[in-house]
């Protein structure tokens, strides 16, 4: 897409090949019931909230009802409004004029706007700021787009919005975080993706399938599972749902040498399934090799670590783990980390401000007793000076 | 004459009682359903004459409710009871061939438009 910054472009995305099917995978009366569903937002125009954790395939669901909506000669325009500031997100969404802000050296057509006669789809938006949800609901009001740094509307689209969060809204309005009119424009058709673990049995719909696409993409035969891995895998809490089972799947594909996968094949934490499942699972190779790009190859955190979590690549725990290993490190001075990490010092709030939005902020107090550890002043911890969100 | 079938849908306990009495009263059946899911429940299980529905029902809206009823069992007549006015909210109730009626309504007025949907 021509015209968007850098950062911008990790927001606004293709579906990726393996994700495409004309369905959803998976035969649990949950996920019949919800392609059904489907099927009648598809034929009406309204607007849908679509609700779920994190990796279950939100955005699976607002492609289909636009594929089989009459909208689908159009396009479906996809935006993540987590992580990107305020006037990045304003931007993107309205669009702007030449001279806006800095580095606006010409006008900017919106997604929005962009999206005319087709559908836009809204991820996190639960993550947006009350002025940005201001701005939200004033367009699906009016559907009039006013572009930054002008002073009159420029167009009026025709833009089905589909929208979709893994946050609880209502709690979010409780807490005066989210507009209650904001909820209830976007709200019309809810649809909610139940977890993996609440539906084992789409594990082996969802394993054929993944194993049978990433087979072809890389040119290998086909692995079967052997029917104690496969009971395992159905076992398994798959805590950061499809995307990760979807993940784990390609990793298979990619170091099955027999074509037959035997349970000794699957990694630690699925062995034994008599044990409780830990609560987390952190990737501890993907964690170590992020750590070495930065601590050591010099590479930045915005381009490790931060696209992929934006990409849903990387989870929380996986973020948490890396930030802890860091705080080790630096002695608990998220100062220090931001440099170890390869950032500018002044992404400093940037930094904090991302890991406080996604719930990824370490206290530092327990990194500070470290033997060894220089002295610090206040400022140098992520404790008074943090920056308020 | 035959007595008409009225699923009535409202997440608030005394509305719904006193939507079914002042229906039953004016001679219809009624089968009150406080949640969403219910009233897909009973929709497949004895298609009702008209669905009276509440806008606001629990995390799910009267109108998906609507475009599932109308979709699913065509030429279901369907009435939804909105406090709040809002246009394009009433563009897809009619797209969906559900009548909006605002709140407050008098009971008459109701009982008319039930009349009037379901004669």
Redesign the interface.
């Known amino acids: 897409m021509s015209g968007t910054t850098p950062t911008a472009q990790t927001t606004v995305r293709e579906p990726h090949p393996v994700d495409v099917s004309e369905r959803l995978l998976g035969h649990s009366a949950a996920i019949r019931e919800l392609d059904e569903e489907i099927q009648y937002a598809a034929r009406s125009d309204a607007k849908v909230l679509i609700t779920g954790e994190s990796g279950v395939g939100k955005e699976i669901l607002a492609r289909l009802i636009h594929r089989h909506s009459n909208r689908s000669h159009s396009q479906l325009l996809a935006i993540n409004c987590a992580g990107l500031p305020d006037s990045l997100l304003e931007s993107e969404l309205f669009g702007h004029v030449r001279g806006a802000f800095t580095g606006a050296y010409r006008d900017k057509v919106g997604l929005l706007e962009m999206a005319n006669r087709g559908t836009i789809f809204m991820d996190e938006v639960g993550e947006m700021t009350l002025r940005m949800q201001a701005l939200l609901l004033r367009f699906l009001e009016t559907g009039e787009i006013q572009r930054v740094g002008s002073d009159r509307p420029q167009a009026r689209v025709d833009v089905r919005v589909i929208a979709a969060t893994n946050r609880n809204l209502t709690e979010r309005i409780a807490a005066k975080e989210f507009r209650e009119d904001l909820y209830y424009r976007l709200n019309v058709i809810h649809l909610t993706v139940p977890p993996l673990r609440e539906r084992p049995e789409d594990v082996p719909d969802l394993l054929d399938h993944f194993l049978q696409t990433y087979a072809e993409r890389h040119g290998v035969a086909t692995p079967k599972l052997s029917p104690e891995a496969l009971a395992r895998l159905v076992a398994y809490r798959w805590g950061g749902n499809v995307r990760e089972l979807k993940n784990f799947v390609e990793r298979l594909v990619l170091k099955s040498r027999t074509g037959l996968i035997m349970p000794e094949d699957l990694p630690a934490e699925l062995l034994p399934p008599a044990v409780p499942r830990p609560q987390t699972t952190v990737r501890v190779a993907v964690v170590d090799s992020m750590f070495d790009r930065m601590v050591n190859g010099h590479e930045s955190f915005w381009t490790v670590v931060y696209e992929p979590f934006m990409l849903r690549d990387l989870t929380r725990d996986d973020l948490r783990a890396i930030v802890s290993r860091g705080l080790e490190q630096s002695r608990g001075s998220y100062r220090i980390l931001v440099t170890l990490f390869g950032m500018a010092v002044d992404d400093y709030k940037r930094f904090l401000n991302f890991l406080r939005k996604h719930d990824c902020q370490i206290p530092f107090q327990r990194f500070r007793n470290a033997p060894g550890r220089e002295d610090e002043g206040p400022m140098n911890g992520a404790g008074d000076d943090s920056p308020k969100a | 004459m035959d007595q008409k079938h009225v699923l009535v849908v409202d997440d608030e306990p005394q509305v719904l009682e006193y939507l079914t009495s002042a229906l039953n009263r004016s001679g219809y059946i009624t089968t009150p359903c406080p949640k969403y899911e219910d009233a897909k429940a009973a929709l497949a299980a004895g298609r009702p004459d008209l669905l009276l529905t509440d806008i606001?029902l629990g995390?799910?809206?009267g109108?998906?409710l609507a475009?599932?009823a109308t979709?699913?069992y065509p030429g279901t007549p369907v009435i939804i009871l909105t406090g709040?006015e809002?246009p394009?909210?009433r563009d897809?109730a009619a797209?969906?061939g559900a009548t909006f009626v605002m709140k407050p309504v008098r009971l008459e007025d109701l009982l008319a438009h039930v009349k009037n949907a379901i004669p």
């Open positions: 606001r995390p799910f809206n109108l998906q475009i599932f979709q699913k709040y809002d394009t909210l897809e797209r969906a």
